[in-house]
């Protein structure tokens, strides 16, 4: 039985991470729900139990925790994570803040396993995610020379403030978080532009696929564009490889990996949407075919819940994988 912390509870990472702290049983001693003052107060149930979240700050950092869930942001995470690894807390964090640091873990336990170099391992970017898990078996199968993604996010992705500003769209307002009106558009910016013209979220998705991916030769490039669905992200991966398979052979290769869904019959019109996505565990495929203009590179359509296997499902299951590991 362990001591479980989750800090953003109130936000839709955070309500999700307790849903599934629920639905999959995670043995807890206590819980205790974290959030900014603007929502400690509140009332959650949980269990058939009355849960009253509380603000963060330094000194509840340091209690005794087993477990932190964090997803709270970056500069939360940066300050705060540090506090609970030092009062003996392994910290699962949901925000980019420690992702490209060389001692932490990026983890997709499907993919790679922890090393708890640090106490603090870095759940990846939900568009990662759910590129990371088709690449790693073609990777393994047939060796990954070249990955290029454009993605279609959905407005979940931003949290409350996305879905908020979808809906004042729909009602003829203007927009307060996106940049431009989301409603009856798409943006093809996600996070802040850098020097060389790419944003922060494709810099995100280059980097952290070779990371996890464990190899710097891989080239990855990257479009990342945010469209007025609610749930669930699309990512269209344009993919060469070492070798040059069937699509049979591909397809055969991607579903035998776990949480691969391979929904492609294009004699029937099957292949995942976000509505077929959305609130489901897994990452559905299709539009598998081989590209007519380059030897050995393939299409490839991914499509999965941001907030399930993009986030919370993601952290819950290296959650699950560290408690596995004590039980050993
Ligand atoms: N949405 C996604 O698809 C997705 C995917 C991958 C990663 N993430 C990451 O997950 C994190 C949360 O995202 P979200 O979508 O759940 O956002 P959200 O709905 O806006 O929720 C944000 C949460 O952070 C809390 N918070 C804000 N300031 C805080 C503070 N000073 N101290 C403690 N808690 C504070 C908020 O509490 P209040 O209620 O008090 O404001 C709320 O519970 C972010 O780092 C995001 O990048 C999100």
Not at 69 to 94: C, Q, R, T, Y
Not at 213 to 237: W, Y
Request: net charge negative.
């Amino acid at each position: 039985m362990y001591k479980i912390a989750l800090v953003g509870a109130t936000g839709l990472v955070g309500q999700t991470m307790l849903h599934l702290l629920d639905q999959k049983n995670i043995p807890f001693f206590s819980l205790t729900l974290f959030s900014s003052a603007r929502s400690a107060g509140k009332r959650v149930a949980f269990k058939g139990e009355t849960y009253i979240v509380e603000e963060l700050t330094e000194e509840k950092a340091k209690s005794d925790f087993d477990y932190v869930l964090m997803s709270a942001g970056g500069e939360i995470s940066l300050h705060f994570a540090p506090l609970f690894e030092k009062a003996g807390a392994v910290v699962i964090d949901n925000s980019s803040a420690w992702r490209m640091d060389d001692s932490i873990d990026l983890i997709v336990p499907e993919v790679n396993k922890p090393t708890l170099k640090r106490k603090i391992i870095a759940n990846p970017n939900c568009s990662t995610i759910q590129s990371v898990i088709p690449l790693k078996p073609l990777a393994d199968a047939f060796g990954l020379k070249r990955v290029a993604y454009t993605t279609y996010q959905s407005v979940s992705g931003s949290g409350w403030k996305g879905i908020e500003d979808l809906d004042r769209g729909e009602k003829g307002e203007a927009p307060e978080n996106y940049p431009k009106p989301i409603y009856h558009n798409v943006i093809p910016q996600i996070d802040v532009f850098l020097e060389d013209g790419y944003t922060k979220e494709e810099q995100k998705m280059i980097k952290e696929t070779q990371k996890i991916l464990k190899d710097a030769s891989i080239d990855v490039t990257a479009t990342c564009v945010r469209v007025p669905v609610p749930h669930a992200h699309a990512v269209a991966m344009n993919i060469t490889l070492k070798q040059e398979p069937t699509v049979a052979e591909l397809k055969a290769v991607l579903g035998d990996f776990p949480s691969i869904i391979v929904m492609d019959d294009p004699s029937r019109e099957v292949y995942p949407t976000p509505l077929d996505a959305a609130h489901k565990e897994g990452v559905f495929v299709g539009r598998i075919r081989k590209d007519n203009s380059l030897p050995n590179t393939y299409h490839l359509w991914s499509v999965s819940d941001n907030i399930l296997k993009g986030s919370a499902l993601n952290a819950v299951q290296i959650l699950e994988e560290l408690i596995s590991r004590k039980d050993d």
